[in-house]
């Protein structure tokens, strides 16, 4: 891989870390917040961040490390989205 490619990977890799800690933190407030149009509202915002990760993981060649990070976030987000019916 060409040092663009590698930094354009890692950059992507970066962020699509960084949209399952988004998806993650959605699902605490939607979890805690006493009004189910902001449940409703932060559990779209983590399908939808869900969905972007799927689709992007397709672009990316992680490391090791960086893939067990990758699945274990995801898997996270999976198990929480399928409990409140949204996956």
């Not at 870390?17 to 932060?42: I, P």
């Amino acid at each position: 891989m060409i040092d663009g490619a590698k930094a354009s990977n890692r950059g992507l890799i970066e962020f699509l870390l960084t949209d399952l800690d988004v998806a993650l933190t959605f699902m605490d407030v939607a979890d805690t917040s006493e009004f189910r149009s902001t449940a409703d509202r932060n559990h779209q915002n983590a399908r939808n961040a869900y969905d972007t990760v799927v689709a992007k993981l397709r672009e990316v060649t992680p490391n090791p490390t960086q893939k067990a990070m990758l699945d274990e976030k995801l898997a996270a987000l999976r198990s929480r989205l399928k409990a409140v019916g949204r996956l």
